[in-house]
């Protein structure tokens, strides 16, 4: 064993829970990022064979780590996430690393054919920017196409590291687990419909789904790019959230629509709003039919029953169903054979499909969407069976079927979104509240091979509506599946919905560390 090895055994039980504070007290003690990679990537060898969180490491993370140990001993301050390992979602350009959307038409390794981007995904480069150590990238279902598991991706089920025979949530089920079996200390997650939210509630992890425009989400395989997609981070406190979203954050000529974003940031950064009193004198709303005639379990109205008692204890009052009689809940169209899941805007995925092949770069195996078309015909995703045959039951889809690269008709998704704009904002202001706090989860999660899906309370509404939300530990089932509670509140509130989460984590603690086996 060399030095180095030596090193990474030595820091091997520091890793569990690290948090960012944590990788920076060790590197004011003479850890260096290289020595801290090498714990992790250890780690990774030795958990990841079961539990299957990555599926590309980086070849080039040392490399990346000692550049940072370079700067730090030449005397460069450094920001916060410098040297501070991370894990990707598959979805994500990283330049070098193939995007593969968990289909094995896109994977050399299933017999398909790596899709190798030229250059990252603006997210990916702002993380590089920060001074992070990108680990690798985490499993994902196929074309991201459900929010509960990666059960049908060519690199094979994604466990939860909480539960490891319940689903651990999609998306963005690599990235949860990694974070969650701390395999690294931060990872980027996306979402189209849940992929942030579920898997940060399934596994006990702080997720950030933002605003849409306020992170940019170019070089991300999309589903619906133009329309819903956020790029978010999942981490195991709100603090290392909150600086993930810091470095995320902002306008970028890559991605235009982010000018929408412009001016929304707190000077300060979203850690600056970091409250432990954040609660008091707050308002409010609960969980009802008025926001979705959906009810909740037995065991979920307990365990958010007592979470209430929490919050209420901090100081906030709660509002009972403030959006009943509104017509809130009336607003979503569920496609059917689904849990609740409203598809309006995802009109716009082959449009943007074309968008994002054409960014890859020149040497790319696959540039247009007739050329993926092609290389993919044997398993068309909108036939009978395929993993968004569900696109076929949303009206407005089928021209774009025929004539794919030009714009979609998105009149049903913009009316559906102003109208729960307009809702929100009359409800919230009607009953002078300052965001909802909500069980994401409506009942416990389902086994890992069954035939149920993850139930949630929020993800269409708020991807259509653009809305963001903060889900956080609160609590754990009889099962062993965690219970997670959901902030959400207006269009650029995420810097007031972390200091409500942080002040609800500094006083409860819920989130605990799962006993791994390798």
């Given at each position: 064993?060399d030095?180095?090895?030596t090193?990474?055994?030595?820091l091997?039980d520091?890793?569990?829970e690290?948090?960012?504070?944590?990788?920076?007290?060790?590197?004011a003690?003479?850890?260096?990022?290289?020595?801290?990679?090498?714990?992790?990537?250890?780690?990774?060898?030795?958990?990841n064979?079961?539990?299957?969180?990555?599926i590309?490491l980086?070849?080039?993370?040392?490399?990346?780590?000692?550049?940072?140990?370079?700067?730090?001993?030449?005397?460069?301050?450094?920001?916060?996430?410098?040297?501070?390992?991370?894990?990707i979602?598959?979805?994500?350009?990283?330049a070098?690393l193939?995007?593969?959307?968990?289909w094995?038409?896109?994977c050399s390794k299933?017999?398909?054919?790596?899709?190798i981007?030229?250059?990252?995904?603006?997210?990916?480069?702002?993380?590089?920017?920060?001074?992070?150590?990108?680990?690798?990238?985490t499993?994902?279902?196929?074309?991201s196409a459900?929010?509960?598991?990666?059960?049908?991706?060519?690199?094979g089920?994604?466990?939860?590291?909480?539960?490891?025979?319940l689903l651990?949530?999609?998306?963005s089920a690599?990235?949860?687990?990694?974070v969650a079996?701390?395999?690294?200390v931060?990872?980027l997650?996306?979402?189209?419909?849940?992929?942030?939210q579920?898997?940060?509630?399934?596994?006990?992890?702080v997720?950030?789904?933002?605003?849409f425009?306020?992170v940019?989400n170019?070089?991300v395989?999309?589903l619906?790019g133009?329309?819903?997609?956020?790029?978010g981070p999942?981490?195991?406190?709100v603090?290392?959230?909150?600086?993930t979203?810091?470095?995320?954050a902002g306008?970028?000529?890559?991605?235009p629509?982010?000018?929408?974003?412009?001016g929304?940031?707190p000077?300060?950064?979203?850690v600056?709003a970091?409250?432990?009193?954040?609660?008091?004198g707050?308002?409010l709303?609960l969980?009802g039919p008025g926001w979705r005639?959906?009810p909740?379990?037995?065991?979920t109205?307990?365990l958010?029953?007592?979470a209430q008692?929490?919050i209420?204890a901090?100081?906030?009052t709660l509002?009972a169903?403030?959006?009943a009689?509104s017509?809130?809940?009336a607003?979503?169209?569920?496609v059917?054979?689904?849990?609740h899941?409203?598809?309006?805007?995802?009109e716009?995925?082959?449009f943007?499909l074309?968008?994002?092949l054409?960014?890859?770069g020149?040497?790319?195996s696959l540039?247009?969407?007739?050329?993926?078309?092609?290389?993919?015909?044997?398993e068309d995703?909108?036939?009978k069976?395929?993993v968004?045959?569900?696109?076929?039951?949303?009206?407005?889809?089928a021209?774009?079927?025929t004539?794919?690269?030009?714009?979609?008709?998105?009149s049903?998704?913009?009316a559906?979104r102003?109208g729960y704009?307009?809702?929100?904002?009359?409800v919230?202001?009607?009953?002078?509240?300052?965001?909802?706090?909500?069980?994401?989860?409506?009942?416990?999660l389902?086994?890992?091979?069954?035939t149920e899906?993850?139930?949630?309370t929020?993800?269409?509404?708020?991807?259509i509506?653009?809305l963001?939300?903060?889900?956080?530990?609160a609590?754990?089932?009889?099962?062993?599946?965690?219970?997670c509670l959901?902030?959400?509140g207006p269009?650029?509130?995420?810097?007031?919905?972390?200091?409500?989460?942080?002040?609800?984590?500094?006083?409860?603690?819920?989130?605990?560390?799962?006993?791994?086996s390798?």
């Open positions: 064993m030095a180095a090895e090193d990474a055994l030595a091997s520091l890793l569990v690290m948090t960012v504070a944590d990788a920076q007290a060790a590197f003690r003479g850890v260096t990022a290289e020595a801290l990679a090498r714990a992790f990537l250890a780690r990774i060898e030795t958990y064979p079961r539990y299957n969180a990555l590309f980086n070849p080039n993370a040392l490399d990346e780590a000692r550049a940072i140990d370079a700067r730090r001993a030449s005397g460069e301050a450094l920001g916060p996430l410098a040297g501070v390992p991370v894990v979602k598959d979805t994500m350009d990283v070098g193939p995007s593969t959307g968990g094995h038409f896109l299933a017999g398909g054919t790596d899709l981007p030229g250059t990252d995904a603006p997210v990916v480069a702002r993380m590089r920017a920060a001074g992070c150590v990108i680990l690798g990238k499993n994902v279902p196929v074309l459900t929010g509960s598991h990666a059960n049908d991706s060519w690199a089920p994604t466990l939860n590291a909480m539960a490891p025979d651990p949530g999609g998306s690599g990235t949860a687990t990694a079996a701390s395999l690294a931060l990872g997650a996306e979402e189209t419909g849940g992929s942030i579920n898997p940060a509630s399934a596994q006990g992890l997720g950030i789904k933002p605003t425009a306020l940019p170019a070089g395989i999309p619906a133009s329309t819903r997609d956020v790029v999942i981490a195991r406190c603090r290392d959230a909150a600086l979203l810091d470095a995320l306008y970028t000529a890559a991605d629509k982010t000018v929408a974003g412009i929304r940031r000077k300060g950064g979203y600056s970091l409250s432990e009193t954040a609660l008091r707050k308002r709303g969980y005639d959906r909740l379990s037995a065991e109205t307990a958010y029953e007592r008692g929490e209420a901090r100081g906030a509002v169903d403030p959006f009689g017509g809130f809940a607003i979503g169209q569920p059917p054979d689904l849990d899941y409203d598809a309006r805007g995802i716009s995925v082959l943007d074309q968008a994002y054409q960014r890859l020149p040497d790319a540039r247009t969407l007739a050329e993926f078309t092609a290389a993919t015909k044997a995703p909108f036939a069976g395929g968004l045959d569900w696109m076929n039951d949303v009206p407005s889809f021209p774009c079927l004539d794919p690269l030009s714009p979609p008709d998105l049903d998704f913009l559906a102003e704009l307009d809702l929100f904002a009359a919230m202001d009607e009953h002078r509240l300052d965001a909802l706090v909500f069980p994401q989860m409506r009942d416990t389902p086994s890992l091979h069954g899906t993850i139930h949630e929020t993800v269409s509404e708020i991807n509506a653009g963001p939300g903060v889900v956080m530990p609590g754990t089932f009889a099962s062993g599946a965690p219970f959901i902030f959400v269009l650029w509130s995420e810097a007031d919905l972390l200091a409500l989460a942080y002040d609800y984590e500094q006083a409860t603690r819920h989130r605990t560390a799962p006993a791994l390798a």
